[in-house]
């Protein structure tokens, strides 16, 4: 007890030296520049973070015009933005945790899934994308809309093959998203993309129904007009 007495007086004696060769006006002009630093630091994060989200915004337009080795190259860019996000967290790690960061993952990882499913056929993890758990779990929902804007891309096109699978891709991610009770607590925003992504598989499903439907009618018109055709000839 005496011991730590001791220390602790001999840090207020070390303190006091150092306040009597510093004036408090030296302090404060101290504590200033140190905090125009940050406040620079935390504008130009929120500037690099609406540059990150407008290009994967792009990515994602450019993943829906099957522009895919632009939409590597435009996520590219955007990855080197949080490398540099990366290096700034050293000095201050508070800057990487604002409502600007979060929001550029989230869409960051939407871009990235999304394009990994329609170029590979496969999902990707966080790991992979190399962004935070809970940024790839809100961007992984998020996902659930741009898949349906493909699916009506793709039934325009006649494609409805690629359609269903696109809407099997839409089920798994709400299906595991649901199954995983915990998250929905520990994942603020979460339960409500997932209510969002059950109306959109809803509908989407619907949608490719109906088109498979008419396609099967369609197929049973043009069996039954070339029967007669054939009947009519013999």
Avoid: W
């Avoid at 898949?147 to 093959?161: A, C, I, Y």
């Avoid at 998250?183 to 109906?210: M, N, Q, W, Y």
């Amino acid at each position: 007890m005496f011991y730590n007495r001791r220390s602790r007086n001999s840090v207020v004696a070390m303190t006091c030296r150092r306040v009597v060769s510093m004036s408090l006006s030296d302090i404060l002009r101290e504590i200033q520049d140190e905090l125009v630093k940050k406040d620079q630091a935390h504008q130009d994060v929120q500037t690099a973070m609406r540059k990150a989200t407008r290009l994967s915004k792009q990515a994602i337009f450019m993943v829906h015009k099957d522009k895919l080795s632009e939409a590597k190259n435009t996520l590219a860019e955007a990855e080197k933005i949080f490398a540099k996000l990366d290096q700034l967290s050293l000095s201050y790690p508070d800057l990487s945790h604002t409502g600007s960061v979060d929001a550029a993952l989230q869409e960051y990882t939407e871009a990235q899934v999304l394009l990994a499913l329609v170029d590979k056929g496969c999902f990707i993890g966080f790991r992979d994308v190399n962004v935070r758990m809970t940024s790839y779990v809100l961007g992984l929902a998020d996902v659930v809309g741009e898949l349906r804007r493909r699916v009506l891309d793709l039934l325009r096109k006649g494609n409805v093959k690629e359609a269903e699978m696109c809407l099997e891709f839409m089920e798994t991610i709400y299906a595991e998203l649901t199954n995983v009770d915990e998250v929905h607590f520990l994942i603020p925003g979460l339960r409500r993309k997932c209510d969002t992504a059950r109306h959109v598989v809803e509908a989407t499903r619907s949608d490719v129904t109906g088109e498979v439907r008419r396609g099967a009618l369609e197929s049973s018109i043009r069996e039954l007009k070339n029967t007669i055709e054939a009947k009519r000839k013999e």
